[in-house]
């Protein structure tokens, strides 16, 4: 009985085992088809393909997570052949399976998707909704750009639905929130395309000045042609509505000129339609010929939605000329291509073009009252709710008062706190600083000191008793003696040079030649190029007295060590730095920055200048230095 039982344990081990092998190959095999349908040199029937497969395998093992990958992927490569219906299908299923699993990153995608793919497919109510659910998911997660993004579309699916109060408050909104976060390209790009969508709003109402405002508000936020033209466009509408042609046509003929001059062939075909189409309106000759040259542009370029302005702006040419079979046949056109694009509005157009272009006068005489009678109650009802929303901005702007009030009262008292921490650790630290910086001070002068009394015994003390020797052992002449003192005193000078005060303030330009020929010799020349060339007034006294140090550094090392027969110094002014190079031809060295050179450093580095060093053995020294 026990030998039974283990053998039915086994079988049942054997069997899990053969199936979660089983099961892993085919997780296996959906991941291979799955990374061919991102191979970017794939088409893009072969990528659908291939993520179809993927999803075959996998088949009910839904509980898995890449199984919500392969969902989105697919949904995602239909949206690319614009096969909407079919990608919102898939979209739908990421959503449901998203949510079983828990998945809040997969929940977020599918609710974007489903937003975005209705939008596309024109289905705007299912749109609106989608964007609604998906900006409530991210107020939730605190995800602002994303919320801001629903926000956009949720206005611009108002307005088209037809509640433009809406929108406008929806656009609004938006604004408030892209004010509080970081100003970023992309934050710009959405206030550009805020201003725009609010533009058209007041245009579409009738509120002409404040279209015209916003648009301007638009151009100031970017300098890309592309946009600005889209703006401008939008404004040149405005003129046209308000019968300001000429105005219209310069700004078209602005628009224009500069798809010529950007080569933006995109825009260039409805800039020109545009420009036509307001010369006509001025009953200039042109104007024919260039609405009929931007369609067979567009032709070419088959957009059904910019054929379709075409064709509009040809039928309103046609009938304001009488000539209505002309009119009729590019309305019907017009119609055909909002039909194409599932435009209602394109559409609604279009039907109320062709009615006009009829010669039944009562037919003419209905759209005429109909289209009165809706301006008038679009102006009355843009009054009104513009009266509600200015009370409810007013009450809005009281009660955030108050508690701007309140809020201000506590800052007051926290800022008070924190500028008397500030004071009293402000004058803890001057005094902190001040006394290290007399403890620097103080070990600088003992250094300085230290420095001189050196030199003075290394090259002026061993010098006077050797003299001393001479004179006590009577061996030499008076002559010997006395070159021997006058050598002495050249030391002295030198020493004394080297650490008396310059005078830096008054013919600056006097005081370095003076330093720099004090070093001809007969075996060494010295130049300087531009040297009065340099407006010495504008530079600081610190700088000065730093560059005077410094070339006497430099021209004492030319001196002992290198013996150069020719030194060349140039001064010039590049931009707004003063640029010193030092030349000489001397036996040169292998870069080693002793106490000399890494005292020069310091000094230039001091000004917040910089130094440069080049030298190699037998090949002369050079130094640039820039302040």
């Not at 899990?16 to 892993?24: G, K, R």
């Not at 629903?150 to 206005?155: D, E, G």
């Not at 370029?301 to 910019?306: H, I, R």
């Not at 040079?497 to 075996?523: H, K, M, P």
Request: aromatic letters at 10%.
């Amino acid at each position: 009985m026990k030998c039974i039982k283990n053998t039915f344990l086994f079988f049942v081990l054997l069997l899990f085992t053969v199936s979660n092998s089983y099961a892993q190959e085919v997780i296996d095999s959906a991941k291979v088809y799955y990374a061919m349908s991102k191979e970017k040199s794939k088409s893009l029937e072969f990528k659908v393909n291939a993520i179809s497969k993927s999803i075959s395998l996998l088949g009910n093992d839904t509980i898995n997570h890449f199984y919500l990958k392969t969902l989105n992927r697919k949904s995602y490569l239909l949206n690319q052949t614009k096969n909407y219906d079919s990608a919102l299908v898939f979209s739908k299923k990421l959503l449901k399976r998203s949510l079983e699993q828990k998945s809040l990153k997969m929940e977020k995608l599918a609710l974007e998707k489903l937003a975005d793919y209705n939008r596309l497919n024109q289905d705007l109510i299912s749109a609106y909704k989608y964007y609604e659910a998906y900006k409530e998911f991210n107020l939730k997660y605190k995800d602002t750009l994303a919320v801001i993004k629903a926000l956009q579309y949720i206005a611009s699916s108002q307005n088209k639905i037809g509640l433009p109060f809406e929108s406008e408050v929806t656009a609004v909104e938006c604004l408030m929130l892209l004010d509080k976060i970081k100003e970023t390209p992309k934050v710009v790009g959405s206030k550009l395309g805020l201003y725009n969508h609010l533009g058209i709003l007041y245009k579409d109402l009738k509120n002409y000045d404040r279209a015209l405002m916003l648009y301007e508000k638009a151009l100031l936020l970017t300098k890309n042609i592309k946009n600005r033209n889209k703006v401008l466009n939008n404004k040149a509408v405005v003129f046209i509505e308000q019968d300001k042609l000429k105005e219209a046509e310069h700004t078209f003929e602005l628009v224009y000129k500069n798809t010529l001059s950007q080569n933006l062939s995109s825009q260039k075909a409805q800039a020109l339609d545009n420009l036509g189409f307001v010369q006509s309106k001025l009953n200039k000759p042109e104007g024919l010929k260039n609405l009929k040259k931007a369609l067979q542009l567009k032709e070419k370029e088959n957009n059904s939605s910019s054929l379709f302005t075409s064709h509009i702006h040809l039928a309103k040419y046609y009938l304001d000329k009488n000539n209505f079979d002309k009119a009729k046949t590019h309305s019907e056109q017009a119609y055909k291509l909002a039909n194409i694009s599932k435009s209602v509005s394109d559409r609604i157009e279009a039907l109320a073009v062709l009615g006009k272009s009829t010669s039944h006068s009562k037919i003419t005489e209905y759209i005429y009252l109909k289209d009165s009678l809706q301006e008038v109650r679009l102006l009355n009802t843009a009054k009104y709710t513009s009266i509600k929303y200015d009370y409810a901005k007013q009450t809005l702007l009281a009660k955030e008062s108050e508690l701007e009030k309140e809020k201000e009262k506590r800052l007051k008292f926290i800022y008070m706190a924190l500028g008397s921490f500030i004071f009293l650790a402000s004058v803890f630290m001057y005094f902190i600083l001040k006394a290290k910086n007399k403890k620097t001070n103080l070990q600088n002068i003992f250094t300085t000191e230290a420095r001189i009394s050196k030199k003075v015994h290394d090259e002026v003390a061993n010098d006077v008793y050797h003299v001393m020797a001479k004179l006590q052992g009577n061996k030499t002449s008076n002559e010997v003696v006395l070159d021997d003192l006058e050598a002495i005193y050249i030391k002295t000078r030198d020493i004394s040079r080297e650490n008396n005060a310059v005078g830096v303030t008054e013919n600056f330009d006097d005081v370095l030649a003076d330093l720099l020929q004090s070093y001809i010799s007969n075996t060494t020349n010295v130049i300087t190029r531009n040297l009065s060339k340099i407006e010495w007034q504008a530079i600081s006294e610190l700088k000065k007295m730093t560059i005077y140090r410094v070339l006497q550094e430099l021209m004492v090392n030319m001196k002992k060590h290198s013996e150069a027969s020719f030194v060349v110094v140039n001064f010039e002014m590049v931009n707004t730095k003063l640029v010193i190079i030092y030349k000489d031809n001397g036996v040169g060295t292998t870069l080693n920055k002793a106490n000399g050179l890494q005292n020069v450093e310091n000094r230039i580095n001091g000004i917040k200048g910089t130094i440069t060093f080049d030298t190699e053995v037998n090949n002369g020294f050079k130094a640039e230095i820039k302040v």
